[in-house]
Structures are given as C-alpha cells and as structure tokens.
C-alpha cells in the first residue's frame, strides 16, 4: 500500500515569508497528489492539486512542485498571511485503488504577524 | 445541495453503548469514503463505497465497525461495544467517479467514549 510522509510537522514563519513544505511517497504507481488545508475544528479543504504528468502547478500564492523520479512533491505559499495559519496535509491516490486517499501527518504552519 | 453533511457533529458516548452516525454526500458523487481523525494525526482511510458496493475496508477497521450505504445515496457508519480508543473525529467524503479527483468532506462527527 501508499506510504505518504511529511515534513516539518510544525513550521512558523513572519507574515510576507515564504513556507515550503514536503512530502514523500512510496509507490511510484500514485499519479494524483492533493493538498488540504484544516483550519481549527473544521473540515479538511482541498487548496491545490497536481497529476502525475504534470511537474509544477501554480494558483495565485500556492503552487506545487512534483519530482516523480524522486517521488517527492512540495507545496509553496508565498507572501503568507496569518490567515494562512492552519494544518496543511498531503495526499497521495493511486490510480487502481477506488480513488483512496493516504494522507501525511500534517504540518501545522503558524504565521506570526 | 451545497456539500457533504454529516450527523451528529458531536457524539458523547459510554464505553460499551453503540453509536450510529450518518453521512450525506453530494448528489452526483457515487464514491463515499470514511476516515478516522486523531488530533494532531493525518485522516486514516476506513472504508469506501462506490455506489451501494463496499469494495474496500481498512484492516484498522475492527468487527464492531460496520458501514452501509443501501441505495447508493446516504451512508451510515457504526460502532458497536464502544471503546475509549475509538474516540476521534469521524470524516465523511465523497467524490465523483472517473480520473482521480479530491475529495469534499464533510464536518465530520467528534466522538468522545467516557
């Protein structure tokens, strides 16, 4: 089965930095990669995506980067704002597998004003 | 239909008692799933059905767990002979079929085992 890792489990930056956080995967079959965002007691919220055929994908501050040699994807947010401060998971699916998602264990991002 | 609604949001429970939650999911979304959610932990996947079929459980899934979905539409998630490990916060998502695509959840359901 999929294997999803993540790192940094806690992350604080100043307000107007930039935050990268990464994950790693185990079975090269995987080809989609989603990022959650949960705020404080409520649901995850899918922010981003990226399939398997595609290197890097960008929407307005968050972008995310896929190295399937290396099996390894990162997502980017620029110019944080303290509304930015949640915890951020990664995901991984494999094509076969009914669309099942394994997450990472999560970073917390905290954005000091 | 605006999302993926799940009752109750909150579920306090005595070890021993069984509990029953229910799932709604988006209309034109035949895959459901359930997770399981531990503070400070990523969702860990438990079940999943495509339509009404459960093609797939988690072997964290013990025998006092059971899911349905009977027409395809709403699912129900129970936990029988509750334990205090069970307490956690339940997800409910769906999505639709075909190329991979993320999942909406919903609010989930807190469980709390005293």
């Known amino acids: 089965g999929e294997n999803v890792e993540q790192h940094p489990s806690t992350l604080s930056v100043q307000e107007g930095d930039s935050a990268v956080i990464k994950c790693t995967y185990s079975?090269?079959?995987?080809?989609?990669f989603p990022w959650y965002k949960q705020e404080l007691g409520k649901r995850p919220q899918l922010i981003i995506d990226?399939?398997?055929?595609?290197g890097e994908k960008k929407d307005q501050r968050i972008a995310v980067t896929l190295n399937k040699t290396a099996k390894h994807f990162s997502l980017h947010i620029t110019e944080t704002q303290p509304e930015d401060s949640a915890v951020y998971f990664c995901?991984?699916?494999?094509?076969?597998?009914?669309?099942?998602?394994?997450f990472g264990g999560g970073t917390r991002l905290m954005v000091k004003p | 239909d605006t999302g993926v609604s799940q009752d109750p949001r909150h579920k306090i429970t005595k070890r021993g008692q069984n509990v029953t939650f229910r799932c709604d999911p988006i209309s034109e979304h035949n895959r459901l799933y359930w997770y399981r959610q531990t503070l400070g932990q990523g969702p860990e996947f438990l079940t999943y059905?495509?339509?009404?079929?459960?093609?797939?459980k988690s072997r964290l899934l013990s025998d006092r767990f059971s899911a349905e979905r009977p027409k395809g539409s709403f699912s129900t998630l129970e936990i029988q002979r509750t334990e205090q490990g069970d307490s956690a916060m339940y997800l409910c998502a769906s999505s639709p079929s075909g190329t991979p695509k993320g999942y909406t959840f919903g609010s989930g359901t807190r469980l709390t085992v005293v």
């Open positions: 059905f495509q339509n009404e079929a459960q093609l797939e």
């Open positions: 990226i399939r398997s055929n595609v």
């Open positions: 079975d090269s079959a995987s080809n989609y």
């Open positions: 995901a991984a699916i494999l094509n076969n597998a009914g669309n099942m998602l394994t």
